[in-house]
């Protein structure tokens, strides 16, 4: 990727010799760090170079009446961009238009910050976060704006959201050359580089024996749900976030799933359930007997998952483990590898040009 503001923006921290050169950077990190978990080869899932993010959030600066998109630097100052090559084509040839519409309706006032969500398809939709109260002026300026560039207009300030348009998007991914939908909600979790996100959801179900029952943890909007579904005779899902399930049900109807059930309950309320412990209403529609889960499947926050869910997680033949944190994953490890056998690692470069990696680790009980 070619980038005039490497140095100086921090969006890029990794980037001295191109992009296989960081790449070999990190894998070499990480080969080290779980050396003493696994030796044979770990699978490594490259991003493309440049125009692989499909959401990107920039603060505006201001100068006079003339408004830029910035960023902050290591050193936490302000640079002012007029382009990032790490978001996809489509936010990549709006960016300019659109601050030259907002300048021409004269709609710049207190505005600072703009967010996009795309889908590969094209659709967008881009938030303007205000600090001031939007009136019915600036809904008639901003309505003609997002039918000039074709695209949906959110309008945010303090306890105000103005929707022109749609507040989603609906992303097409193509896994084992079956195509799933997403409705993507704005200012929600989204995978933000969808090729990359492919490769997981794709490695993700090769490693699943498709035995019996999945019993899924931290199932967010079913990125990796409604795949799953189609290997498994049925699958149980948690989430503790509302609109994530909300979505996750809605994602599943638009894929025409029916052998989900979701469950609003963070990980500890689900143990105490199934373990006997209180009755929550939110499982009363579960029969929990029925299910014969052979495989749990986890993709936890960053704070990886706890001792409690580790345990439970060491029950079931097979564990397949999405990180999105190496070294909580690499804590969670010494627990699980007690009683399983790590068989398959990846790694997946869903942000490059920075230090991070998203992994995948299959194990089977001993």
Known sequence: MECKYFGRCGACSLYDGGYQAQLEKKIASIKELFSSYFQANIEIFQSKEQHYRARAEFRIWHNGDTISYAMTSKEKEVVLIDECPQVNEYIYELMPKLLKAIETKKIQEKLFGIDFLSATTGEMVVTLLYHRKLDQLWEEKVQEIAQELNISIIGRSRK???????????????????????????????????????????????????????????????????????????????????????????????NHVTNIEFVRMSVEEFIDAIEGGRVYNRMKHIDIDSYNFSTIFVDPPRSGMDKQSCALATRYDEIIYISCNPQTLYRDLEILTKTHSITAMAVFDQFPYTYHLEMGVKLKKL
């Open 160 to 254: 105000q959201k103005v929707v022109l348009g749609n507040d989603y998007v609906i992303e097409k991914l193509l896994i084992d050359d079956k195509e799933f939908v997403y409705k993507h909600i704005e200012n929600s979790f989204t995978q933000p580089n969808p090729k990359v996100n492919e490769k997981m959801i794709t490695w993700a179900l090769e490693q699943a024996s498709a035995k019996g029952d999945l019993l899924e943890l931290y199932c967010g909007a079913g990125n990796f749900t409604i795949p799953f579904a189609t290997k498994f005779e049925k699958v149980l899902a948690t989430e503790i976030s509302k609109s994530s399930i909300n979505a996750a049900k809605t994602n599943m109807q638009l």
